[in-house]
């Protein structure tokens, strides 16, 4: 008789937080930050990108587009900081941990787009429209990242549902053998 080979659970299959990490995250100061900067970020996002389609539209607006262009990446700095610090406190990493490796990675990259637009503003070294093609690009990769980070949020909500309905099955069983006897 050939013996049943049981799968190594993959990462992706692992819950995303381990009952350890769970106290920790539920605990930090520094998820509530994160909750409160997320949205925030988000908005400045949406107020920006109606600038940037006013100028491209009416050619008008020009400076504020690009002071909005400013804020919304020190909100992303601002976000990337303090979830690095929240990282570490939950996970004991400040980036790349497990769970949230590959949305570390193109968080570097949108980091490293809205970056350059500041480099490249600060220097003069692009035109108005090259500024502005660069701060799409920059925008796209983030409403990309937004996605992964939404799509981990809706993973450990499930994760939790999941375990809180196991408890419940469990209590559920344990009170019937309970009143079988």
Do not use: C
């Not at 409160?36 to 400045?44: E, N, W």
């Amino acid at each position: 008789m050939t013996a049943m080979r049981i799968p190594k659970p993959s990462a992706s299959s692992r819950a995303l937080y381990t009952p350890e990490e769970r106290r920790r995250r539920d605990e930090s100061v520094w998820t509530l930050v994160q909750g409160i900067l997320a949205p925030f970020q988000f908005l400045v996002f949406l107020v920006s990108l109606g600038l940037i389609l006013r100028f491209l539209a009416t050619g008008e607006g020009l400076f504020v587009a690009q002071a909005s262009i400013v804020a919304k990446t020190l909100t992303l700095y601002a976000i990337m900081v303090t979830g690095s610090i929240w990282e570490k406190k939950v996970f004991g990493r400040y980036l790349f941990a497990g769970p949230f490796f590959w949305e570390d990675v193109f968080s570097i990259l949108v980091l490293a787009l809205h970056t350059a637009y500041l480099v490249a503003l600060l220097t003069g070294t692009l035109t108005s429209g090259g500024l502005i093609s660069l701060a799409l690009a920059a925008y796209l990769t983030y409403v990309i990242n937004a996605g992964q980070f939404l799509w981990k949020l809706r993973l450990a909500r499930l994760d939790q549902a999941g375990r809180l309905e196991a408890k419940v099955t469990l209590a559920d069983r344990s009170s019937l053998s309970g009143s079988a006897s």
